[in-house]
Structure formats: structure tokens, C-alpha cells
């Protein structure tokens, strides 16, 4: 802190201030704030005389105009008051205990220091460990990641340019809570054609993500404290978006037909929701039964219970047929219908949507006009041009042939570069595979060592443990390939050979120091 | 329904399917879809013989193929099977009670019909009387609704064509958490240039909103709670926000000086957060005088407080001078600043922002990597470019201008037209004024109830009260004039000025039962 005198001095810069010519800032704006500090810290005491703004300039070496504003901002705030005849002097009313220089007995300093900085939750966040972060953009392999050259970018500008050159009221102004007339429009005739249900444009709620939906939907038929059933394992964001809405999430063991209704009421039989993904389970790839699907709904029908349906990716499947929506053989209307354009477009488009119930639209608008979160409205009007003109439809056809020929040759090559060490399952359907340590290695295979082993070889792969709310009763690695050019495919998987090897090596010379730390710390969860 | 017997006749519609030519749905799709419908209706029962796909085909009129494709699909969904040959048949391992016909008995009916069918916060909201809704679009006197026609759409629609047809990494993929690079460092830039403040991009938030900011904030700083000074009145916004994160706000009367700390701190002496508009108080314009600013610093260092600033609509003022911002006072680094967009440009774009103080950086980041919510990405490399240009400097300066027109418009012609109803105090700054029932008036003036007949006349105004927490201590009009023409409001002014006459006469006949009855509910409150 620079002593008083040096601001008494006249060659000195005067007051403490140092102009640097080259700052963006204004100098009238430098001389101000200068001076505010000089007062605030106590340099210039209440009362004191400032020099006239002449001499002020001339030791500045700038313009008196200069000067003048910047006293007259001073004046404006009450730190300076102009004195008889043109001088000026630091107020004499900032009393001293207003200077941010504590005290101790002012009625402000009651409460003292102790209190903590921070909330407890983000302290304990804090003290976690990071995340792993791969070092190079994550080109293999990140999970809902669709290819980013696929996408036709020039005609989605063009599309966004034509929307936006002359918008209409509703384009620039608060639309419906629900989201773009034209975009909810285009998604019904959509849903009708590709997905085989009809639905009511007024029933389309366009939502930021499928959280977003999942924890709007749930605030409409839960109260806080309810309970609701969620496939184990499963979407983390499920159990983010029932948690933000505070309900009592119950995670239900799938098995080899999905999601169990009679597991799940006997886990819970008073839940009110069931959270499933039928079409293709994440990250399993499980198709839910038919059986179980009749169970599911004759269970909403007769208990007036809900069910938000899933259908993430079910866009993609390269061999059979898909069953059709549970929604479609809704005839009670307890189905919720969720999915999202993210990740069939780009992930930057955050565009999700949820087909509601007829019976819970009104109770919905009710609700979204007083929450604030609504889905971004700057890209609906176009996404709504692209769906209605057919570019949606054609996009999916290209992109089903580019990721079945991805997914071809990511289980081609991981027979021959995983072999004896992980064996991938081949989901019919999806973005993503799984890839499972084999048998004999199994009991020390930590699929979070191993992702964040992956990382600093610039792999970006998911821990499957991580997608249980309980304990982990299966560790793999998720490895997303729609993302990942053909090209890259191998050399990732001859990456990810060595990175297991190592990993898994029972010598504990050959392993980082990091390693080491972050194996054991997941095994301790 | 249909009874059996309708499907087994040659010439009536097969199954009961009925076939429609001039639907967007294929044919194949509306076969499967009835045929699926009959069997879970028990109209066709579990292991009954199917009509051959020629003789079906011959008796609907289209393609042998049309059938085999429908027949396929129920056949991979498990509803048919083929018999020996080609023959089909209703699945016999659909047992009855997985049908959608309740039974008792089943463990799936356990828990039975009483339960109620939406949650009970929503049955209340519901059994509220809606809001009232204009008739027409709002031209006179929406409150935070800037110019339509200013806003430069052309040039917006290039930035955006321009940001979106080749994108980066980062603009198509998911960016970092607190929002696009660029965006951010032009938000700095100008803060420093046009608020007074330097402050490092990576302490920049983009945000959904300034609730979407204040909530995210209110969760890094604060546990579930814990109390929060806020403004009474003030911006309901900040209500929801703090509910939001679980945060007990706790309501302060402003005086003409605006927030007072020591009255904050006699009310509750532990809150750990104050949510203040210092530069101009929403909705009565205050500004926080600089004793007080330097109080409420005090408090925040001394108690390791946090102030967050909203500094909303700081950008326009048509006279005097502002105070600079709270922040740049701030030197412990407890002050966080809230801005926003979308009332300065146009609302669709949604974005708001805050600075962190520097030493939260860290924990924001870490939630953010948890939250789902995150700004819309679409606009901001748009928005980056438009600042960066010099775009929004400029907007700012011609919609000023504009704006203190219209101001200048509303105070001399309400002075007119309301003379002996309503008085506006002129707030120097802002996009709406305040207009309160003359004394004589005030004690029969409801201001829901004239909102309410304003709407049925085709005027948009908000009332003072619900700006309230607590009790509300004055009804008023809040009269947004930045979206309004200057052409529009005189016209308004006449409609506004019959309005509170039919609404404060005393005579119940002239007035309408609706309002009677809103007249009556609001009181009551």
C-alpha cells in the first residue's frame, strides 16, 4: 500500500494515480476508480482538499476535460463534494465506520467471522477428486455423441438465418411455456409418422434436455417425499432430475426383460412413477418385454400410478424391429413420452421434448408459468423448418448408415485387439456398446481406474459402475462409436488394449501413482 | 366396441380394421396398430387363427405386402405367431391377466384405486383462478419487454448464419459449463468498459436467466436453509430462485435509501446472503445510496457474507448519473453481479450472466459439471460477435434514446389522462414507471383486480402488490413503456384512465362479477 506523502508529492504521481494510456478504460474512468480506492482504503481521509482539476491535468499530462468528469462521477456518488468556489475535498460525511476497514462493536460485525465461506455441500464437492479430463479433444469414444461432420451445418445456418432475419411475434417474444408453436407441430407429425402414436401438438412440451422434462413431469403428478421407481442401473440424469424435484428415487434391478414391475412393487409398492427406458435401455441396451411392458401399464391403469417412457436413442437399431412406445398402447392415458434432439443433431441444440397425457396439460401450463427454466427458443423455429421440410427424416437415414458401418467395424476390431481382455455384447440398437472384462479378470478390473487411465491416453470412455444409484454389481467401459470416424476406430482400440493391460497388470510396479490412488478410491465406494 | 363377430363376416371390415387411404400413417402401420388394439381389447383372443395375408389383402383393398409387413412387426412384438406353414395366430402366451383388463388378486393391483392422480401442490395450483390473460398482443405496458422493431433481426440473422455454417468444436459441441469462450470474454470486455469493472472471462457465467444465475449462485454459497436478505418489495424472480435452491429468503423493507443492511440485520442476524439491486430497485427504482453500499460490503467481509448484485436494467438511465456497481467496491471478493440480455435485446435469446468473485470459480464449476440446467448455446457465439462488433453499444445507445422518448411521452400524457386517478413519480432510469392511486383513491384502489380488468380491455400492466413477499404496503400499476410506441400510448393512457374510473366507482353495478368476485379474492390475501 503506498503511503500518504507520495500523494502529497508534486512530481510524484498526484493521489496515488498511475494512467496508463494503452487500457481499454477511458481515463476519466482510471482517475475515478483510482480515487474511489484511495478514499475507500483510507489514503484520502474524509475532508481532505484535492488539488484543482488544473494542476490535476497538467501533472497527469491529460486533457483538464479529463479531470473534470471524472470529478463530477465523484460528486455524483458522494464521495467528493465541491467546496466554495470551484475546489473540491473528500466527504466529510463517509464516517468511518462506513470504510469497509472493520471495527469491532458496529451492530454489522454482531455475527463474526466463524460462519463458513462456502455451502457444506459444495465444500464437500470440493473435496473430492477431480473428474478425469482427456488431454485432446475426445474423438473416441464419448458416449451420446453423434458425428459432428454429418450434420448439415450450412443448411441449418441457412435455416436459422431465414428464421431469424424477420421473426414473428412469437419468435422474439415469450412463446407458449410449451415451446414454438411449428416446432411442437412438426414433432406430433413426426411422432405419428416415425414413432407410430398420435398425439395433440398442445400436448408437446419442448424441454432444455430430457432432465428438464423428467423433473417438470415429476412435479406435476409427485409431491415431494413420493417414491418412484428407476431402472438399476441407468441414466444418472434420471436420478438428478427425480432428486432436483425431491422425489424418493427407488432403483429397480433389471434383468434380461428390462425393467421388473413385480421387483419394483416389491421394493416399493406405494410408488407412484415408473422411470423406464423400454425401446433400449441405457446403457444395458435392454429391450423391455411385452409382457412386462402390459404389466407396467395395467399396474398405472389400476393404481392411477405414471409412467415417463424413455425413448433417448430409439432411433437407432440396425437389426430387427423395434417394438412400438409403451405410449401407443396407452389407453388410460398414464404415459409420459420423452426424447431428445441432442443427440441426433448436435449436442449445442439442447432441444428435448416430452409428450404429455391430455390430462395433465393444463396442470402443466399452470406450473411452467411459474418456473422459470423453460427450453431455449432461438433454435425451435428452424429445428421446426427442418423436421417439416424432411431434413430430420434424412439425416436419420444418413446417420443409421454411418453408425451401423462405425458399429460394424468397432466390433470387427474389438475382437481382435480386446481379445482375452474385454468381449463386447452387440446391442442391436443404440450408440453405444459395452465392453465387459473378461471372466478371469473380472475380480480386478476398476472400471473407474480404467476410464481415468483411458483419459490420460486421450480415450474418452464411461465407467459402466457409475450408472448404478447402489453398489456396482457389474464393472465396463461404455464406449460410444457414433461420434468416432471409422479411421480413428482402431488405433483408439489398440490405446485402450494397452491402457487395460496395464491397468489390470497385478504387479503394482507398473502402475502410476495416480493409478494407484484412484483405483483405490474406487474400490473403497 | 366392436363385437367378434364383426371380424369374422367376409365383406364388413376383416378384424374390424378399417383402413384410411389419406392418412399421413402407412397402411402397414394402421394394420398393426388395430390389429394390436384388438388383441389387447380381447377382441381377438390368445391363440385365434389369423386370415391369410392374400385373403386380408384381397378383403382391404391394398398390396399382399402391406399385410406381410404388418404381420411382421406384430410377430417380432410377440402379439402373433406363425403356425406350421404360413398360417398365423394371436400369441396363446399372452396370459389374460397381462392384459390390460384390471383383476383383482393380481400383486400388480396390490395397492389399489384411492390414490389421487397428480400431486397435491399441483391439485392446489389448479384449483387457483387462472391468471388474467390479455386479448390481443401487449402493445401497452408489458414491463421488461424492450422494442421489437429496434432490435437489428438482420444483422442478427447474419451473425448467426455466420456463427453456425462451419461451426467450432465448441459451438456444436457441448461447451465448457459456464458457456462459450467468446461470449465470454466480450461480456469482460465490456463490463470493464461500460460498468466500470475489470474481472477475469473465467469468473463470467453465461446463465438461462437471472433466476437460473441467482439459484445456481444460491447453491454454491449457501446450504438448504440458510437465510437470505432480500428486497421487499423486489423481483419475484429472486422469491423463486432462493425457493428454488431451498434457501429461507427473508423479506426486507426498502426505504427511500433502498435496502437496509442494519434493519436486514435486526430481522435476521445470521442470513448469510443479500440479494440487492443497487442501481435501480425493481419495482420502485430506488437506488441504494452509497452509505448504505459501503454497510453492506462491510457486513459481507466481516461475516464472510455474499452480496449478489442485480444489476438488471443498470443501462438505462435518462438522467443524473449511475453510482458504478457494488462490485467495483467490492475488494474481498464478495459481491457476485447479475446482468441479462434478453430485456436489453429481445426476450427469446435468454441469457443472462453473472461474475463470480474469483474465489468461487472453482466450486461453480464442479456443480455446474453436475447440473443439467446450463444456457442455451445456440445464441452465444452470435451474441459474442455482436458485442464484440460494436453492434451492442450501439443498440443500447439508439434504444436509450428511444426509450426516454417514450418515457418522456407516458409522464406528460398520464399527467393528462390519469390527472385525479394515478400520479407516475418520475424514475430517472429503467423501462417502466410506477403509477399510484391518487391519496383519495388508495384506500378502495385493488391494483390485481384493475390488472385483471386492464387485461379484458387489451392492456397489459402488472400490479404493484404481488411485487410483495409479505403484505403488500402500496398497490400501484407497473407501467412498462420500452415496448410501447409512442403512438400507442396516448391511445392506452384513455383505455387505462376508463379502466381504474369503472374499477375504484363505488357503485357495485357497474362493475362486472368477474371483477367483483378478483376485487374480492385479492383483498383477501
Known sequence: ?????????????????????????????????????????GRLKPGTRLPSSRVLAQDLDCARGTVVLAFDQLVAEGYVVSQAGSAMSVAANLPDEMLTVP??????????????????RTRALLAEASPPVPAGPPLAFPTGQPDREAFPFALWAKLLERE???????????AHPFGHAGLREAIATYLGVARGFTCDPGSVVVTAGIRHGLSL??????DAGDQAWIEEPGFVGVREALAT???????????????????????APDAR????????????????????????????????????????????????????PL????????????????????????????????????????????????????????????????????????????YAGRRETLLREAARHLDGLLTIAPDPGGMHVIASPVAKLAPRFDDVAVTAAAAEAGLTVQPLSVCYAGRARRHGLILGYAGTPEAEIERALVKLRDVVL????????SRSPLLQTKLGQSREQ
Chains 1, 2 share one sequence.
Open 164 to 174: 431469424w432475419r424477420r421473426p414473428g411475434i412469437e419468435a422474439a417474444s415469450a
Open 273 to 324: 412413477l415408473a422411470v423406464v427406458a423400454p425401446a433400449h435401455h441405457f446403457p444395458l441396451g435392454t429391450v423391455l418385454g411385452l409382457q412386462r411392458r402390459l404389466e407396467l401399464l395395467s399396474w398405472a391403469e389400476c393404481t392411477r400410478g405414471w409412467i415417463a417412457e424413455d425413448d433417448f436413442d430409439g432411433e437407432y437399431r440396425y437389426s430387427g424391429r423395434p417394438l412400438p
Open 327 to 402: 405410449r401407443t398402447l396407452d389407453r388410460s392415458g398414464r404415459v409420459a413420452y420423452f426424447s431428445s434432439f441432442s443427440k441426433l443433431l448436435f449436442p449445442a441444440l439442447r432441444l428435448s421434448f416430452l409428450v404429455l397425457p391430455a390430462s395433465l396439460v393444463e396442470a402443466t401450463e399452470r406450473i411452467m408459468d411459474r418456473v422459470s427454466v423453460r427450453a431455449p427458443l432461438l433454435g425451435q423455429g428452424a429445428l421446426a423448418r427442418f423436421i417439416a421440410e424432411g431434413h430430420f427424416a434424412t439425416h436419420l437415414r444418413r446417420t443409421r448408415q454411418l
Open 217 to 222: 413431469f415429476a412435479e406435476v403428478v409427485l
Open 245 to 267: 424435484s425431491g422425489i424418493d428415487a427407488v432403483p429397480v434391478d433389471i434383468d434380461e426383460s428390462g425393467f421388473s414391475p413385480e421387483a419394483a412393487l416389491a421394493l
Open 502 to 509: 496395464t491397468a489390470v497388470t497385478p504387479s503394482r510396479e
Open 1 to 41: 500500500m503506498k503511503s500518504r506523502s507520495t500523494s502529497r508529492s508534486r512530481r510524484a504521481p498526484p493521489l496515488g494515480l498511475a494512467l496508463d494510456p494503452s487500457s481499454s478504460e477511458p481515463l476519466h474512468r482510471q482517475i475515478g476508480e483510482q480515487m474511489r480506492r484511495a478514499i475507500l482504503d
Open 103 to 120: 471495527r469491532t462493536g458496529s451492530p454489522l460485525q454482531r455475527s463474526a467471522v466463524a460462519k463458513p465461506a462456502v455451502a457444506r
